[in-house]
């Protein structure tokens, strides 16, 4: 399966000298645990670099740094780990697992931002799945039971 098919195409991305509270305040309203960050938010450009609520809290507030004050170019994590749309789900599973990362910006043919790979999406997806093939068993047991008295 294909990035394009599984990720969230509705990203959150901010320009680097977004301060760290704007970033926050986007993460509460939109309900999500990033930021993308990319040099033109107007155009969707290529990501270079990602903030998690994670980074906020170790980074800046664990530090007792002003948010408001704090840049997203000082905390961000950089180079940005990325997967092209076209690729395999297992190609950005590893790249995930050796960059030891839970979010994976997902870039088109353009090299412009066009979605975000979560864990938590591979999570639900698998266990979608999982379901399926669990019903499949009962169902296979049902008639079964039904053709065989």
């Keep these: 399966m294909q990035l394009k098919d599984l990720c969230t195409p509705d990203v959150i991305s901010c320009d680097p000298d977004s301060s760290v509270l704007h970033a926050a305040r986007l993460m509460r309203q939109h309900h999500v ?3 993308v960050v990319v040099e033109d938010t107007e155009t969707d ?6 903030v998690t609520d994670r980074d906020i809290v170790v980074e800046v507030l664990g530090k007792e740094l002003d948010p408001a004050k704090v840049t997203l170019r ?3 994590r950089t180079p940005a780990v ?17 960059h030891g990362v839970r979010r994976i910006p997902v870039v088109d043919e353009t090299s412009r931002l066009a979605g975000i790979l979560c864990l938590d999406d591979l999570l639900k997806r698998l266990a979608a799945d999982a379901a399926t093939l669990a019903d499949v068993i009962t169902r296979e047991q049902d008639r079964e039971h039904r053709t065989r008295r």
């Design 33 to 35: 645990g990033d930021v």
């Design 74 to 76: 000082e905390i961000m």
């Design 82 to 98: 990325i997967a092209s749309a076209s690729e395999d789900v297992a190609q950005a599973v590893a790249r995930m697992k050796a």
């Design 45 to 50: 450009s290529s990501p270079i670099g990602m």
